[in-house]
């Protein structure tokens, strides 16, 4: 069987080691030999750069640039820690999360990567060569080689035409409809470790920084590789909208998730929050999440039921890393009814926003003092004299000084929500 080229010989070929690239292709077949070749065309027309686009996986800030024609696609991995050496050393002790939005929001395209994957596209063939100096997972390198095949294949018209991929370190694989989900789930079968597409993970995707897709991976591997990737977050609302340009919220509708959830069990929660499907849309997701979790079915039948999208903001955690989209739904007390999802949610109730947000800061507050606050320390808050007074003012079974909030939405509220 054919092996795909190793990548320390492609890596002397594409810099012209001419002689030893006349000798391998002199014992090659046709068919690599033709691969090879059109490897040494791109490389001398030097059309990298022509886009350039940014996201995180695992412990790398990736740097990507396309050929002009398409044909040709570069990752450049650069360690998060090496993005930050040159900034303070306060910048150094933030969370792992926090320094990876750091790297991600920088400008500049770092030349200091330590890891160059390439993708070449000729004819039927996508090859994935691996350029390292360090030592990398290599199921990583599974994974973003099989992202960067769909990128490739998407920008040629026949894209249902079927693939021979050479990825670095496997045999060939014959693949065919990379753009569309079962070909991808097909894609990655030897990396699930399932036989076959039935029953399969659901189908999310890696995205960059302004939230553009980058292609098609199965959920568990966004979440082993903390891949940047598309979510949302929804606020119920009593009788009214949120609006910004008010001081005044209505009541928010605040749930507690089951004891038995696998990440953030018997926290409280004044988002609705969910992880997009690839090829959906954002509000697509909140109106799904809000109608599976509390019953809100008016959701998938109003369009106007949510809101328009809030504002977007981007969380990073060492274990999430999302774009999340926020929206509103208004919930009418004359004809809506809560109807809790058992598997998600133990408790729920209207609260008033006053309560929530001296709630969130006390929260937050206690997370600074256990060091386990996932985020950039959050100046904007201050805990006020008058916080003890709005839980007084309010009868709840829930004992709002020492409720836990899940992070993640704590994080979307204290840096975006209060900003915005």
Known sequence: MLHAPSPSFLFFLVVGAAPLANSFLSHSTASTRGVLSNICMVFRENEMENTFRVSLASDFRVDISSSIHGEAETWFLTPIATMLQDDSSEVMKLPEGAKAKRALEKERMERNHVVRLQCIQDSNNLVVTNDCSVH??????????????????????????????????????????????????????????????????????????????????????????????????????????????????????????????????????????????????????????????LGLSRALSEPTAISRALFDCTICTSYNRCIVTVYCFQFDSSCDMISWQPEEVAWGSFVPYSVIESSAKQCIHRMLSAGSWPGEYPFALTLQNQDSKSFADFESEVDWDSADFVPDGLLVWSEAWLRW
């Open 136 to 293: 990398i997972d290599a199921k990583l390198v599974a994974v973003l080689g099989r992202i960067m095949v769909q990128r490739v294949a998407a920008r040629h018209e026949e894209v249902t035409k079927r693939w021979t991929i050479f990825l670095p370190d496997e045999y060939p694989l014959k693949s065919s409809n990379l753009c569309g989900e079962s070909g991808v789930l097909k894609l990655f079968l030897s990396i699930t470790g399932k036989e076959n597409v039935e029953g399969a993970e659901e189908v999310v995707e890696m995205v960059d920084r302004n939230s553009l897709p980058l292609g098609m991976v199965p959920r568990p591997l966004m979440h082993t590789f903390n891949l940047l990737h598309r979510g949302i977050g929804l606020v119920v609302a009593k009788d009214a909208s949120v609006d910004f340009h008010t001081p005044d919220f209505p009541d928010l509708y605040v749930h507690r998730r089951t004891d038995d959830k696998r990440v953030f069990p018997s926290m409280y929660d004044m988002f609705v929050g969910g992880v997009s499907s690839a090829n959906e849309d954002p509000r697509t997701t909140a109106a799904r999440e809000v109608s599976e979790e």
